[in-house]
């Protein structure tokens, strides 16, 4: 199947800093690909969709200004997490879908985990 | 405003037994998925489910769905350790890619 990778895996940062994180699409091209947070024990929600060439969408009470997203290519889209503060410490998760899967297959990355100091 | 709900939140059961979890949604969708997730892992696809009485098996886990009933369920044959993970079942959102998931459920498989 499709591989989804992200980079870093993990990352700690002081609280002011940015982080910025990579999603790439390995050997597919993916025109979307969504972003999604995860705080311990919770579900996964849903921050942004990402569209190569094109603005993000960003779901309700998510801030654009604050989680930056770029999607350069096809294969890779970054959020980056602007003036981080321990609240912003999570489980951040991108996914893609391959075009013209049948099965509508999402296939998502490892994730990274940020802490924020 | 879709809304994805599962349960039970936690399920612990003896290795050897049979239980089914369930996750209900509220509005009309075209597609349903389960994922598994292991501690500090991302998540696995297990099953992508498209049609009304589509049934899907994968080892000891078969999900079904009811999309008159607005209902799938993801059910355990003879348990065994190996299954403890958390289970999350989504939905997508009218037709577009963007996916709502319920809350999981927390599998413990006692030995």
């Known amino acids: 199947g499709a591989v989804v990778s992200q980079h870093p895996s993990w990352v700690i940062c002081k609280s002011g800093t940015s982080v910025k994180i990579e999603c790439r699409s390995l050997d597919f091209q993916a025109t979307t690909m969504f972003w999604y947070r995860q705080f311990p024990k919770q579900s996964l929600m849903l921050m942004a969709t990402?569209?190569?060439?094109?603005?993000?969408?960003?779901e309700q009470g998510v801030e654009k200004d604050k989680f930056l997203i770029n999607h350069a290519s096809l294969t890779l889209s970054t959020l980056t997490v602007t003036s981080a503060h321990p609240e912003d410490s999570s489980f951040y998760i991108c996914s893609a879908r391959e075009p013209g899967g049948s099965r509508y297959e999402q296939y998502f990355g490892p994730g990274t985990r940020l802490t924020v100091t | 405003e879709l809304k994805v709900e599962q349960n039970p939140l936690f399920l612990s059961m003896q290795e050897g037994k049979n239980y089914t979890i369930y996750c209900n949604y509220s509005?009309?969708?075209?597609?349903l998925y389960w994922y598994r997730q292991d501690p500090g892992k991302s998540l696995e696809s297990l099953f992508v489910l498209l049609s009304n009485g589509a049934v899907k098996q994968e080892g000891r886990l078969m999900a079904s769905l009811d999309t008159k009933a607005r209902l799938s369920t993801l059910h355990i044959t003879a348990a065994v350790h190996d299954l403890s993970a958390t289970y999350f079942c989504a939905v997508s959102q009218g037709g577009s890619e963007k996916l709502v998931f319920g809350k999981g459920t927390k599998l413990t498989v006692n030995p």
């Open positions: 990402s569209n190569e060439g094109s603005k993000a969408t960003y």
């Open positions: 509005t009309t969708s075209d597609r």
